[in-house]
């Protein structure tokens, strides 16, 4: 059996293990758990992942792996997406935890109750303040470091562009200006320049990696 991956339509964190796979050109499956209908929540659900929350992997060795960034990890293990010294794969976590605690947190949401459910927007106004201002730091810290390479770490593309680029460049979708980080803007290019790249619009069950 080939990878299992359980996901939701437009989730920046979805798509990560989503477009590692099908870069690496890895078959896999694809079941949609429907976030918006509470199916994570379903007692059916729960026994796959406990946790109740998408992406969930099951491996082609039957292992269960939760965590979008952990997923990748694992994905890129001998492959051209893991850096390839001790140094530089620390250096990729470093990026790929910064994601997790000082990004997502913060576009996940407002882009949540601002382009997934707009008809939240007008009551969560003061939440998505608080969030587009709790990013800025973050991005700009990002910005900051892109300004003088081309992709997160030097030796190259890898999954911590892939980490990074799962939620930030989807920024305006939570009314955050991409024209405000401008080598960001730059990177994201660069990534969906890379070989294979697949747009998270593309992301359903019915594309498979070995169709691209
Ligand atoms: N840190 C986790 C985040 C997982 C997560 O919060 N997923 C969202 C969708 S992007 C979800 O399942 N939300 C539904 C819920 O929490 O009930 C990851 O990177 O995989």
């Keep these: 059996m080939p990878h299992h991956l359980y996901a939701c339509l437009g989730s ?25 209908a509470g199916e994570q929540k379903s007692p059916a659900y729960l026994e796959i992942n ?14 269960s792996i939760g965590e979008s960034n952990a997923m990748l990890w694992y994905l890129a293990e001998n492959t051209a997406l893991m850096p390839p010294t001790a140094d ?6 470093q990026w790929m935890f910064f994601e997790q605690s000082k990004l997502e947190p913060f576009i996940s949401p407002a882009r949540f109750v ?3 459910l707009p008809e939240m927007r007008a009551e969560r106004a003061d ?28 030796s190259g593309y890898s999954i911590a562009d892939i980490a990074l680029f799962g939620y930030v460049h989807v920024m305006e979708e939570a009314g955050l200006a991409l024209a405000d980080h401008p080598s960001v803007h730059r990177w994201i290019e660069a990534v969906q320049q890379t070989d294979g790249f697949v747009s998270l619009q593309h992301m359903t069950p019915e594309y498979k990696a070995s169709a691209a």
Excluded: E, Y
Aim: proline share 8%; aromatic share 8%.
């Design 12 to 36: 920046g964190n979805c798509f990560k293990p989503w477009l590692a796979m099908n870069q690496l050109g890895i078959p896999f499956d694809m079941t949609l758990v429907d976030v918006l």
């Design 114 to 116: 601002t382009t997934i």
């Design 88 to 93: 530089l794969r620390a250096r990729a976590l």
């Design 50 to 63: 406990p946790l109740g929350v998408v992406p969930f992997m099951k491996t082609d060795t039957d292992a």
């Design 127 to 154: 939440d998505i303040a608080t969030w587009q201002t709790a990013v800025l730091p973050g991005l700009a810290r990002l910005d900051q470091h892109l300004s003088n390479t081309t992709f997160v770490l030097p």
